[in-house]
């Protein structure tokens, strides 16, 4: 029903930067929150950051004043900028969105694929 595609990760230095980006298609009425995961090898997936749908934001301690969270509402998008990318930050990022595919309907929640950020020199 709801599809998430996600881009925007690689390799990069130790203090370098990305910026992922994951957008939403399919049956789509309205999008609650937006948020971003991580998992690295043989750990659980935790929150990163999460956007509300009027635009409030809060952050794992760990990122705070690192990363950016934002989005597009009218592209259904959310992005994730990242900076002073730490060799800790190596894990999967999944990007997850709660949708709302039929009016007055519930709010289900989706995941998108998953993409590889690896920070190493």
């Known amino acids: 029903q709801v599809q998430l595609v996600e881009s925007g990760g690689g390799l990069v230095q130790p203090g370098g930067s990305l910026r992922l980006s994951c957008g939403a298609s399919g049956r789509i009425f309205r999008i609650g929150s937006m948020g971003w995961f991580r998992q690295a090898p043989e750990k659980q997936r935790d929150l990163v950051a999460r956007i509300s749908s009027s635009g409030s934001t809060n952050y794992a301690d760990s990122v705070k004043g690192r990363f950016t969270i934002s989005r597009d509402n009218a592209n259904n998008t959310v992005y994730l900028q990242m900076n002073s990318l730490e060799p800790e930050d190596t894990a999967v990022y999944y990007c997850?969105?709660?949708?709302?595919?039929?009016?007055?309907?519930?709010?289900?929640?989706?995941w998108g694929q998953g993409t590889q950020v690896t920070v190493s020199s």
């Open positions: 997850y969105v709660e949708a709302m595919t039929y009016y007055s309907g519930p709010y289900s929640g989706y």
